[in-house]
């Protein structure tokens, strides 16, 4: 295939600012390099902190965004094992390093050196992009790209999924209904819940949770969500809680029961919260944090490539990548869940 010499791009330029560039296409450079056709990419809650004055994540400027996308490979470097041009994949941007303690001792996700495509190394608001061969997990010819373009952030859920251990018929509430607390009502939902509940003060995105199978959707602002919590789970509340926010561990501890688990996936620097740690200690509840997917992508492809879920109900706006900015002002007023880009539309 005869590649173009330069593509489009959208790259962060300085802090609270991004530009739709032309910029020539990457090269293969490392052995284990694949050159990837972008089919899609879509727009993260993370990206919106990227770009964020001030931000919340730190990118490095001239660094094109993005991390999550589905692609074909167009051309492998001489070392690639496992991959062959016009092989589907969906990509881990995040790139450990293997040598340093936290990936020796099995956290990659904890790495030291880690670093991100779309952060600090060249992402998928592009037509284009390099990965190494060991982020790529194929998939299969008949996944449609909008059902393939959720990899990314459901294999974060994934993990968090995996470590809260779902008995079957247990109760769960989700704070947050943006697209992570969708992902984490649907997956529960499938993995045996016997009751889902969707706390979420925005009518648009409680609309979203029933769609995506919430039993029940509270608005906290209107109702009080923990005592409705109870009454729904016969006056003991929720054996697994997430906080898919943020800032609401207080909030989960109202809801979950005794000897519960509460699973803090939500991301906010800046929130501080009071809880009683008594609560915690008197009712022996559990919490932990999740972090990003590290082990969870071929699992989550396999979810994707059964069909037990259709999460291309959530696409809100389908747009071409020089209609960034279009996608980016309905994510920021909150009019948007998934916007997906198409780089040769
Ligand atoms: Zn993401
Ligand atoms: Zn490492």
């Given amino acids: 295939m005869k590649l173009p010499k330069e593509m489009q791009a959208v790259i962060f330029e300085k802090i609270g600012a991004h530009k739709l560039v032309t910029v020539p296409v990457p090269e293969i450079r490392n052995p284990d390099d694949l050159l990837v056709k972008i089919e899609a990419a879509s727009i993260c809650g993370s990206d919106l902190h990227i770009l964020a004055d001030p931000p919340g994540c730190i990118a490095v400027p001239g660094t094109v965004?993005?991390?999550?996308?589905?692609?074909?490979?167009?051309?492998?470097?001489?070392?690639?094992?496992?991959?062959?041009?016009?092989?589907?994949?969906?990509?881990?941007?995040?790139?450990?390093?293997?040598?340093c303690e936290a990936c020796r001792t099995g956290h990659k996700n904890m790495c030291e050196n880690l670093h991100i495509h779309g952060v600090d190394r060249h992402g998928f608001f592009a037509q284009?992009?390099?990965?190494?061969?060991?982020?790529?997990?194929k998939i299969s010819p008949s996944l449609s790209k909008e059902q393939a373009i959720f990899a990314e952030p459901l294999t974060c859920v994934m993990s968090a999924v995996d470590k809260a251990r779902l008995l079957p018929g247990e109760t769960v509430a989700v704070i947050g209904a943006g697209p992570i607390g969708l992902y984490f009502l649907s997956l529960f939902r499938v993995n045996g819940a016997g009751r889902v509940i969707s706390v979420e003060p925005s009518e648009y995105r409680r609309k979203y949770a029933e769609k995506m199978g919430a039993d029940a959707a509270l608005d906290p602002k209107k109702?009080?969500?923990?005592?409705?919590?109870?009454?729904?789970?016969?006056?003991?509340?929720?054996?697994?809680?997430?906080?898919?926010v943020g800032m609401c561990v207080a909030d989960a501890l109202r809801y979950v029961c005794r000897g519960g688990r509460v699973v803090l996936f939500g991301q906010?620097?800046?929130a501080r919260e009071t809880i009683c740690?008594?609560?915690?200690?008197?009712?022996?509840?559990?919490?932990?944090g999740s972090y990003i997917g590290p082990?969870?992508?071929?699992?989550?492809?396999?979810?994707?490539?059964?069909?037990l879920i259709d999460f291309s109900k959530m696409i809100t706006h389908r747009l071409a990548l020089r209609e960034f900015?279009?996608?980016?002002?309905?994510?920021?007023?909150g009019t948007a869940l998934e916007v997906v880009l198409d780089p040769f539309a």
Avoid: W
Wanted: charged content about 20%; hydrophobic content about 40%; some cysteine.
């Fill in 128 to 137: 284009y992009a390099c990965i190494p061969e060991r982020s790529a997990v």
């Fill in 295 to 307: 082990y969870t992508m071929s699992a989550t492809v396999k979810l994707l490539e059964s069909g």
């Fill in 223 to 244: 109702q009080d969500a923990a005592a409705e919590i109870r009454a729904l789970t016969g006056g003991r509340g929720a054996d697994v809680v997430v906080d898919a």
């Fill in 277 to 288: 740690q008594n609560d915690i200690t008197r009712n022996e509840i559990t919490l932990f």
């Fill in 65 to 99: 965004i993005g991390h999550e996308m589905v692609g074909e490979v167009v051309e492998t470097g001489s070392g690639v094992t496992g991959f062959c041009p016009g092989d589907r994949l969906v990509c881990d941007p995040n790139i450990s390093c293997g040598r």
């Fill in 325 to 333: 900015d279009e996608g980016l002002a309905a994510m920021r007023s």
């Fill in 268 to 270: 906010n620097a800046a």
